[in-house]
Structure formats: structure tokens, C-alpha cells
T-cell receptor, first 113, second 111 residues
């Protein structure tokens, strides 16, 4: 089955530690996105990538980093510089072409203790 | 970026039609109107999108005002599985066609 996987579903880390969230897709999509969601709020864009080896900052990129070495993978690292990292993180992908729908993964809920 | 305004919450009875409104008075000519929904603790799911004409698919219908300053998502027969937060989003090529989510409308469906 084609789709997007995110792992793990729940993640706990101590304050001050970097943590990397996984996002893999087998939809052959060029574009991938990372969003963050806080309780009761909509999603906010962290980073996006429209092609391998290229990515752009979104609205709340501070304290995060990404890489796009393979078309299928777009990992997100939450660094110790991110002041409030506890949140629900969602990855999405989209086929090339204008205005195509985005497909979302199941999300990773990160809790920093 | 053009913004959308939606009611915080709506309630519907099961098997009744539901009309979810969205205002977007500052929409530009190149903005598409997209709707997504999100069930609790899940990623959002695409519902429908349109530009000027009304659109139908297996999930819903989208009615777009002639001046494009508002739109309505129509669920023809609400089921309990339709209970979710519905987001109306104006999409353009900014930020690589990234979605700009507001708070959406929380739809409660009662049996």
C-alpha cells in the first residue's frame, strides 16, 4: 500500500536533547512538508522541500533542521534550541503539479520532559 | 496571505445534511479553495477543492459564491465518522503550495 509513515507514534525526550523524527513516503511524491500542531490549534509549517537536496524554511523553522537526501525521506530534527518542542508533528507529501492534494502521515507526538 | 473565517463549532444530527461555511473576503484570483478534515489524533485528510465552479466528489460538495468571497462545504448525510475538525484553506503557490491552517470548525454529529 502506498502512503506516508511516521515513526515513532509517541516519543519522550529529556530537555536539552536533540531528537529526530522519521518521515517516509512511497508515493513517489516530489514535495514533502513538516507541520507542528499544538492543542486546539491548526497546523503550522516548519519546513518544506519541493525536490531532493533542496528545502525551505516555513513559518516556525527556528530550533528545527531537516535534510532531503532521498526522495522518499524527509527527517526532522528537533534541536535543543527549540524552546517549546512538546507538540504533535505531522509530515505530508504532494505530487508535482499545481494545487494537488497533500497526503498526511499519522503524526508523532513528542513530549519533552 | 488571504485568511479564512469559520465558525468554531457546529452540530448536526446523524443522516442530516451539514453546511459548513467559510468566509474569505480577501481571496485573490489565483487562490484555490481547499477543504481538509482532521479526526482526533490523526493527520488531516483532503476533502475537496475548487476555484470558481461548484465541485462534487464522493465525500462532499463544495459550493463557491459567485464573487468567491465565501464557500460552503456540504456533507449530504452526516455520519458519526464525519465528526472532525474541518479546515477551509486558500492555497496558492506560496511556500511550495503549503497549507495555511486556521483553527477550523469542529463538527459534532449526534445520533
Amino acid at each position: 500500500d502506498g502512503g506516508i509513515t511516521q515513526s515513532p507514534k509517541y516519543l519522550f525526550r529529556k530537555e536539552g536533547q536533540n531528537v529526530t523524527l522519521s518521515c517516509e513516503q512511497n508515493l513517489n511524491h516530489d514535495a514533502m512538508y513538516w507541520y507542528r500542531q499544538d492543542p486546539g490549534q491548526g497546523l503550522r509549517l516548519i519546513y518544506y522541500s519541493q525536490i531532493v537536496n533542496d528545502f525551505q524554511k516555513g513559518d516556525i523553522a527556528e530550533g528545527y533542521s531537516v535534510s532531503r537526501e532521498k526522495k522518499e525521506s524527509f527527517p526532522l530534527t528537533v534541536t535543543s534550541a527549540q524552546k517549546n518542542p512538546t507538540a504533535f508533528y505531522l509530515c505530508a507529501s504532494r505530487a508535482s503539479g499545481d494545487y494537488n492534494e497533500q497526503f498526511f502521515g499519522p503524526g508523532t507526538r513528542l513530549t519533552v520532559l | 496571505d488571504a485568511k479564512t473565517t469559520q465558525p468554531n463549532s457546529m452540530e448536526s444530527n446523524e443522516e442530516e445534511p451539514v453546511h459548513l461555511p467559510c468566509n474569505h473576503s480577501t481571496i485573490s484570483g489565483t487562490d484555490y479553495i481547499h477543504w481538509y478534515r482532521q479526526l482526533p489524533s490523526q493527520g488531516p485528510e483532503y476533502v475537496i477543492h475548487g476555484l470558481t465552479s461548484n465541485v462534487n466528489n464522493r465525500m462532499a460538495s463544495l459550493a463557491i459564491a459567485e464573487d468567491r468571497k465565501s464557500s460552503t462545504l456540504i456533507l449530504h448525510r452526516a455520519t458519526l465518522r464525519d465528526a472532525a475538525v474541518y479546515y477551509c484553506i486558500l492555497l496558492n503557490s506560496n511556500s511550495g503550495y503549503a497549507l495555511n491552517f486556521g483553527k477550523g470548525t469542529s463538527l459534532l454529529v449526534t445520533p
